[in-house]
């Protein structure tokens, strides 16, 4: 075939990922714009019941943060593993889930999601 053929196909690839991509970023800034006007009561009261538990957290930008959940505050959650604390911006978190165990109670080494 010849390669002006090939040309059209990768430019409309192009455009549909651009599109995408600004479509998945449009979402998370409604999101984030109605947190800030409504507040982020319900993020906050869930997070709450996970305090002292190994968790997994998950935010908008595909980041897996794990660690003990130590305070939860209006717009953070302190998060602490091996010694260091960590800040994260609740606005972002999209999920919280205690850390899987196996029958025997140990954690998993390998978590597919």
């Known amino acids: 075939m010849n390669p002006s053929t090939y ?19 449009a979402i998370a800034e409604k999101i984030i714009k109605k947190r800030k006007t409504e507040g982020n009561t319900e993020m906050k009261e869930l997070a709450k019941k996970f305090i002292d538990k190994e968790c997994l957290i998950y935010s908008f930008n595909s980041n897996q943060f794990e660690g003990t959940i130590k305070e939860v505050t209006d717009g953070a959650i302190l998060v602490e593993k091996g010694g260091a604390i960590e800040a994260i911006n609740l606005d972002f978190v999209i999920r919280i889930r205690e850390f899987p165990k196996n029958k025997k109670g140990k954690k998993k080494s390998v978590v597919l999601d």
């Open 7 to 25: 040309i059209p196909i990768i430019m409309l690839w192009v455009i549909l990922y651009i599109m995408l991509r600004n479509n998945k970023t």
